[in-house]
């Protein structure tokens, strides 16, 4: 689940429109170890998200929850120390901001850049040239095309081929460095 800020009032109506100022963009969990649960849609606080998987939550620029993920978020941050080579543990402010000047850009529209296929990393969300409205999940040597009903079957390009990627490029480094995020791919599309 997404966090954003609060995107409606209690009519349901849009209050703010995409860039907001909210750069606290998190991937929260429904429920955590401790038991407490998410309480969904409270007014005035925030408006879930929901995603279909964990990379798909990375590609749209969020970040691990320090609260109901915090494990996820350690490592993440730890991941995150390594990739930009810091004296320290950066802070969940010094991620937001990296992330939201990666994630939209002045006009208001995604920051994507084009990378050869062999350069990524798994979990790095894509366009291949041939279709830049259909997205795929890089994992492993396939390519997992992504839609509202899951991931379908795997297919491959060129390591060489020039892609168009849409994961924000901290998230890619944070990879690069050891985090690997959670996908909702069935095993049998892996087999």
Request: glycine fraction near 6%; include cysteine; proline fraction near 8%.
């Amino acid at each position: 689940m997404g966090n954003r800020g609060d995107l409606h009032d209690i009519d349901g109506r849009i209050i703010r429109k995409r860039k907001s100022g909210n750069r606290r963009w998190i991937a929260c969990s429904l429920s955590n170890d401790t038991g407490w649960r998410v309480p969904f849609d409270k007014p005035g606080h925030y408006t879930p998200l929901f995603f279909a998987d964990e990379a798909t939550a990375f590609a749209a620029g969020h970040r691990p929850c320090s609260q109901c993920r915090n494990s996820h978020y350690r490592l993440f941050q730890n991941c995150w120390r390594a990739a930009f080579v810091l004296p320290k543990a950066p802070s969940a402010d010094d991620m937001d901001t990296a992330l939201e000047a990666a994630r939209i850009d002045a006009h208001g529209n995604q920051i994507t850049r084009s990378m050869p296929l062999a350069d990524l990393p798994d979990g790095v969300f894509l366009t291949l040239p041939e279709d830049a409205n259909a997205p795929v999940l890089k994992w492993g040597e396939a390519l997992f095309p992504w839609s509202l009903t899951g991931y379908g079957a795997p297919k491959t390009a060129q390591k060489t081929c020039l892609v168009t990627v849409l994961t924000p490029a901290p998230i890619i480094e944070v990879f690069r460095h050891g985090y690997r995020p959670a996908t909702a791919i069935s095993p049998e599309l892996c087999s």
